[in-house]
């Protein structure tokens, strides 16, 4: 069977499922359980004959996502036994992480020895990125204040779950009187930033003080002597290259990885909880696709980036990260990706790490959202003086925030705190949290991915000519 004829029976078998779905849902028809799930399953079928026909790895990435969704669905127990797969898979792409760093920036940086782009590519990214997440923060206010989503919710009847575990207390900071507070804060990040064990760092996966010291590491020899540095220089590029290779053979586990996913936040969560807390859902995804629209676009508009090539080369890494939620597991394919793009390595392997930490913009703009919609469910008023000073606050504390799932609720329950706000609703909307890093989580892959291209242009070393064929 042609390829063209399996796509129009996969586009007409989804349409009519969703169509039937559609029905049920809004009780339009009534609808036996056992007919709509042969309906999913046969979807499912016709779903793999279309995916061993395209023989795309892409393909089967969003393909096993959907199947995930079917057996979270159907087999919600045995959706929850498949865990261990998708964390398997996260736990397998970490290992990628350290080692590629460190052989792309060591030789990014010695490998061409100028020390001067380092500090222009240091000083370009950071502009980028506080405008960039200034946007996303700002968007996320303005939306919220639009949809007013907090306004009217029942909080007592929303699904509860236990908040992640908030730092230590610092009992240097508690010493301190009150108003040198946040000097200390801003000190202390940069006192994070600083590895005293480099392996420690890669152990807990420390992105950015694997950065530091990989290009602490990079400046110093480029400082050396050429006969020492070269041994050295080709070792981080023979790295750098066998972990490429290492990230193409664990793509092949990424459909496993990702289904399983799927199939556990469905399993575990159900889709009845979209109906508690959709105002929220909706609320952010709206943020999320106009910051896109508004930002994003504009960018690779004026600084003429092929948009189409664009997306070819951001859909695998970012199909991960939705399935995941971790930017981690996205990022050895979205380097990899990038660079097929036409952006350098050296400028690859600095910017994407160093966004990974600074250029959040999902994860800026879900806290700016979240946090008046805390206070919104929870009858305050905020004037708009004090939501541009929690806009001031999350610039700073959204910064090195780890790239990691819930890291981010971290911060909002310490900026909750900060303004009185009250924490038990963030315990509440817990419970659709996943469902909300997914989209955050992609978007900050495309934030990332896209300033790689910003930066590139910038220097005047993207290459046009670079073909998207491989992607």
């Known amino acids: 069977m042609k390829k063209s004829k399996i796509g129009l029976i996969t586009l007409v ?80 792409v970490k290992t990628i992480v350290g080692p590629i760093l460190f052989g792309t920036l060591v030789y990014g940086i010695a490998g061409h020895s100028d020390l001067k782009q380092v500090g222009r590519m240091a000083w370009k990214s950071m502009l980028y990125f506080f405008c960039a997440t200034s946007c996303a923060i700002f968007i996320g206010l303005a939306v919220i204040n639009i949809t007013h989503a907090g306004v009217g919710v029942d909080v007592q009847h929303m699904p509860k779950e236990q908040l992640p575990a908030v730092k230590a207390a610092d009992t240097e900071l508690e010493r301190l009187p009150a108003h040198v507070h946040g000097v200390y804060k801003f000190t202390n990040f940069f006192y994070e930033l600083f590895p005293e064990n480099v392996v420690k760092s890669m152990y807990e996966n420390k992105v950015l003080q694997i950065v530091v010291f990989s290009v602490l590491f990079g400046i110093g020899l480029a400082m050396v002597e050429e006969k020492k540095r070269k041994p050295i220089v080709d070792f981080a590029e023979g790295l750098s290259e066998v972990m490429f290779k290492f990230t193409n053979l664990i793509m092949y586990f990424a459909p496993i990885g990702v289904g399983a996913a799927m199939a556990f936040t469905v399993g575990h969560l159900g889709v009845d909880i979209l109906k508690n807390l959709f105002m929220l859902l909706g609320s ?27 997306i070819q080369a951001i ?67 905020l004037s708009i003086g004090q939501q541009l000073a929690i806009a001031f606050t999350l610039m700073i504390t959204s910064k090195g925030v780890a790239a990691v799932p819930r890291a981010s609720l971290i911060v909002l329950i310490a900026t909750a705190e900060q303004f009185g706000l009250p924490v038990f609703i963030i315990a509440a909307i817990l419970g659709i949290d996943e469902l909300m890093d997914m989209a955050r989580t992609s978007v900050n892959v495309i934030g990332n991915c896209l300033a790689t291209v910003v930066i590139a242009k910038w220097e005047g070393e993207f290459d046009e000519n670079a073909t998207a064929d491989d992607f």
């Open 315 to 381: 859909k695998e890494p970012v199909s991960i990260a939705f399935a995941t939620t971790s930017s981690d597991a996205a990022l050895p394919k979205a380097m990899s990706n990038m660079e097929k793009f036409g952006v350098p390595r050296k400028i690859v392997s600095f910017v994407i790490p160093t966004g990974y930490s600074f250029n959040l913009d999902g994860t800026s703009l879900y806290l700016s959202l979240a946090s008046i919609f805390v206070a919104q469910a929870a009858g305050m008023h």
């Open 13 to 92: 078998a989804i349409t009519i499922a969703l169509i039937i779905t559609l029905l049920k849902e809004f009780d339009f028809v009534q609808i036996d359980d056992m007919v709509m799930m042969s309906t999913r399953w046969i979807v499912a079928i016709v779903l793999v004959c279309f995916a061993l026909s395209k023989k795309s790895l892409t393909t089967w990435i969003l393909v096993c996502m959907l199947l995930g969704v079917f057996v979270g669905v159907d087999f919600p127990n045995f959706a929850a036994a498949l865990h261990p797969l998708s964390k398997g898979f996260i736990k397998l």
């Open 284 to 310: 952010l995804y709206i943020a999320l696709v106009v910051f896109v629209l508004l930002v994003f676009v504009p960018i690779m508009l004026f600084l003429k980036i092929p948009i189409k090539k664009f």
